[in-house]
DNA sequence: GCCTTGAAGTTACCG
DNA sequence: ACCGGTAACTTCAAGGCG
């Protein structure tokens, strides 16, 4: 029988010694069945000295005597593209395969144990080209369900799935949200003492809460377990619920003596790889690994992020001081606004899954991860396992995991730019710059020839400045795998014009080609990781060194035209908007260079200071771009980023800086008065390391002791917010206070915040005008000579 | 011993 | 655990001056 099926998760088990791939997924008539595969054993493959002679083989069949081996045998791969014959060794249970590796790597004619630590089912996906969140086409033959199984249907392979590529329509899931709230009277919750008095779920349809007995959880725990059954979701979505929820209601449950069966096995979730929960049968989604790349979002809270993601916005939902979580539990009236609250979490999660799970499933497809194991993967995972995919199709050994020392390498160039408002300013952008160099050049770690080799000059490029040679032929590795990212992307983005950017379809292909453009130019920064399988730092600098070829040729001829070049960056050359000129530029680049460029924004005026990374631009729409400058940092105060960012617009559009001047002088008079927004003066810094490691004592470091003593969990990577306080010494560090401490603006050090906070920000762009800090504060004009002449 | 100065530590940005 | 380049802040200690 023929059954086309859409996989959402993957695992395995072992049953009476044989290993079962398990295919969970969403057939075409909506059906949730899941499709096992008992055909697949594991391997890894040995590389001897001898490539696998008799006697090699016999000592690795004894080594392996022990671990149930089910055959030995010799095969053709490549390993960094040379040929070679390697010992793949076919063991009959995946769970032995780690103390099988061990035993032979003992061996002393083995050079390396490969491909051994590939988890049994990625294994299994890779080896077929079977990707999750994608749709294929299975022979199978029913099997006797289970009863404890939570499927319609179980299917037995008779051969691996065969994956439907050109179909990327999602079947419809049930996603479900969910958020629990824990009892805080003595701080931050701990399992073992309080429990969870609301568990709150939501679909479509609406959101649903389980409350507490008083303070016993046992009815959450139960009524939250058998929700999850009946409803049996396919896509689990919380916020944070890796690091939080799970744990926390994992822990719940042991305690009362029962259990949280939510999966289609009826077992729990059990702690998996990238720190995520694996729920056999469904994904389970952490949204909080996705904020985590939302770089615009400073602080990473679910309101704050919905709130960006325009889900749910900040005044359309409850909000309380999550501290007292506790007593609005205790107190019946109050009660109902905690409810309200924790409604609003499940509604904005769920709102946050519709936004996000599209770009997901497209990134999980595409680098082959399971959906909710992308989530969790870092950046430099998703990429490793692109290529693991990848070269598996090329018959390539995937090299191991080493520990390797930290090694630099010089990046790209950046240009002073020329200071002051420019007008009519044409940013030229390279396209993908750092994967066309790849493919241009053939940078890979398997064409790279080591200083010592000879070989004939034309048969290689050579790197600009650093000198290391790449074989022209044939294709490496990193060329054909970027090759097939950016022209999957360019296919797509050809669909997506005939598609009604409101369809279904277009808003898959669009995600999938964002996913392209994510994984393909993650993959230089991969290469340079010394983490990375593929590392070879060769590789790495030799594409930033071309890629600082590329750039000066550009800019040379930018000149050359009599183009006035204001600033450049990496894969951009500011200039200004002539056109003919720009035309020929372009033009120069993609005949001469050969590499493609754009016009990727004109600005109708650009300012500049003489800081690189930083400026501001108005667009021909009205519209301001302000890079890197205080206003689109986290770390200053929000009343320094608005006063920059006003005077930019006034600078920019109304050209009069000394209208400027007075803004800030207006704003500086408010914050004297004391007619300021506590929220406003709030400072944002994160806690990069555990606090015992800091040398120096920081502002943000002693308000986040400030709370440790206070009884609050502070942990590295947390957001903290302080306020600059009055008295307490000279140090800032001294002065700042956990910002919800802070309860009345007459703690507030203003003079901080005027000269270390606004004065600094609206200076920035001001000073250029001649304007100095005297110009901003005091007013009398008597003072600021005094003080001008002080200064000299 | 006090004040200036610059290095070091730290964070968050750009591409 | 993707890269290097960069600005700018605060702290801290060395160095200079008296």
Redesign the pocket.
């Known amino acids: 029988m023929k059954l086309e099926f859409w996989i959402l998760d993957v695992n395995y088990d072992v049953v009476g010694g044989v290993p079962e791939v398990r295919m969970w997924g969403v057939t075409r008539d909506n059906r949730r069945v899941v499709v096992v595969d008992r055909g697949f054993r594991p391997y890894f493959y040995v590389l001897t000295v001898k490539g696998g002679s008799e006697e090699e083989l016999e000592h690795i069949r004894r080594a392996l005597a022990p671990y149930g081996l089910l055959g030995l045998e010799v095969v053709e791969k490549k390993y960094f593209g040379k040929p070679v014959k390697v010992v793949k060794a076919t063991l009959a249970n995946p769970r032995l395969v780690p103390k099988a590796r061990e035993s032979v790597a003992r061996l002393d004619f083995v050079r390396e144990v490969l491909e051994a630590d590939i988890r049994f089912y990625m294994r299994y996906m890779v080896d077929n080209a079977v990707y999750p969140s994608s749709w294929h086409a299975v022979d199978v033959e029913e099997l006797d369900k289970p009863p404890s199984w939570k499927v319609d249907a179980v299917y037995l392979a008779k051969k691996p799935p065969v994956h439907i590529a050109e179909d990327r329509s999602v079947p419809e899931l049930r996603v479900l949200a969910f958020d629990i709230e824990c009892y805080n009277r003595y701080g931050e919750p701990d399992p073992e003492r309080d429990p969870v008095i609301i568990a709150g779920v939501g679909d479509s349809g609406g959101v649903r809460l389980f409350t507490a007995q008083g303070l016993d959880d046992a009815p959450v725990l139960r009524e939250f377990t058998s929700h999850v059954k009946n409803t049996d979701p396919d896509v689990i979505v919380g916020y944070n619920s890796n690091r939080f929820d799970w744990p926390y209601l994992l822990a719940r449950a042991s305690r009362k003596r029962t259990r949280l069966n939510v999966s289609r096995t009826n077992s729990q979730p059990a702690q998996s790889v990238?720190?995520h929960f694996s729920i056999v049968g469904r994904a389970n989604v952490d949204l909080y690994d996705y904020a985590e790349e939302i770089?615009e979002v400073?602080v990473k809270s679910l309101e704050n992020v919905a709130e960006y993601l325009g889900v749910v916005k900040k005044d359309e939902r409850t909000l309380i001081d999550a501290n007292l979580i506790y007593a609005y539990w205790d107190d019946e009236k109050k009660r109902p606004l905690l409810l309200r609250y924790a409604e609003d979490d499940v509604r904005s999660t769920y709102g946050l899954a519709e936004k996000v799970l599209p770009f997901g499933i497209e990134l999980s497809s595409i680098v082959g991860l399971p959906l909710d194991q992308v989530f969790a993967a870092?950046?430099?995972?998703r990429?490793e396992w692109h290529l693991i995919r990848q070269a598996f199709q090329y018959g390539e050994l995937v090299p191991n995991r080493v520990e390797r020392g930290y090694?630099?390498?010089?990046?790209?160039?950046?240009l002073k730019p020329k200071p002051g408002v420019h007008e009519n300013v044409a940013v030229i952008d390279f396209s993908s710059m750092y994967p066309n160099i790849m493919i241009r050049y053939n940078i890979s770690p398997d064409t790279y020839v080591p200083p010592g080799e000879k070989v004939d000059s034309d048969e290689v490029w050579v790197a600009p400045e650093v000198g290391h040679r790449f074989r022209k032929k044939p294709p490496g590795f990193y060329k054909r795998v970027l090759e097939r990212l950016l022209e999957a992307r360019r296919t797509i983005k050809e669909k997506l014009k005939g598609l009604d950017p409101g369809s279904p379809e277009y808003r898959v292909l669009y995600e999938r080609q964002r996913a392209l453009k994510v994984i393909a130019n993650?993959t230089?920064?991969?290469c340079?990781?010394?983490?990375a399988r593929w590392y070879k730092r060769e590789v790495?600098e030799a594409t930033?060194a071309w890629g600082r070829m590329l750039i000066k040729r550009t800019i040379e001829y930018a000149r050359k035209l009599g183009l006035k070049v204001i600033y450049g960056?990496?894969?951009?050359v500011f200039v200004n908007y002539d056109p003919e000129k720009v035309e020929r530029l372009i033009k120069f680049v993609e005949e001469e260079l050969g590499f493609e460029v754009k016009i990727d924004k004109v600005y109708v005026k650009v300012f500049f200071?003489e800081?690189?990374?930083?400026y501001c631009g108005l667009l021909a729409d009205g519209r301001i771009d302000v890079?890197?400058l205080e206003a689109?940092?986290?770390?200053w105060a929000e009343i320094s980023k608005e006063v920059q960012e006003k005077v930019i617009e006034i600078v920019l559009k109304e050209g009069d800086p000394w209208k400027a001047v007075e803004y800030v002088k207006k704003v500086i008079e408010e914050l004297r008065s004391g007619s300021v927004d506590l929220e406003k003066l709030v400072i944002?810094?994160?806690?990069?390391?555990d606090i015992g490691?800091?040398?120096?004592?920081?502002?943000?470091?002693m308000a986040a002791k400030q709370l440790q003593e206070a009884g609050y969990r502070i942990r590295r990577g947390m957001?903290i917010g302080y306020i600059v306080t009055r008295g307490g010494g000279e140090?800032?560090?001294?002065r700042a206070k956990p910002f919800f401490l802070v309860k009345d603006i007459g703690e507030v050090d203003v003079d901080y915040y005027i000269k270390?906070q606004i004065v600094?920000a609206a200076l920035?762009i001001l000073s250029y005008f001649g304007i100095r800090e005297e110009h901003l504060v005091g007013g009398r004009r008597q003072a600021s000579l005094f003080e001008f002449i002080n200064q000299k």
């Open positions: 990238y720190g770089y400073k870092s950046v430099g995972n990429v090694e630099t390498y010089r990046g790209a160039i950046v993650a230089y920064g991969y340079g990781w010394s983490g790495a930033t960056d990496t894969d951009s200071t800081a690189k990374k930083r890079v890197g689109v940092r986290g770390d944002w810094k994160t806690l990069t390391k490691e800091y040398e120096v004592e920081a502002p943000h470091v957001k140090k800032v560090s001294s270390r600094p920035r």
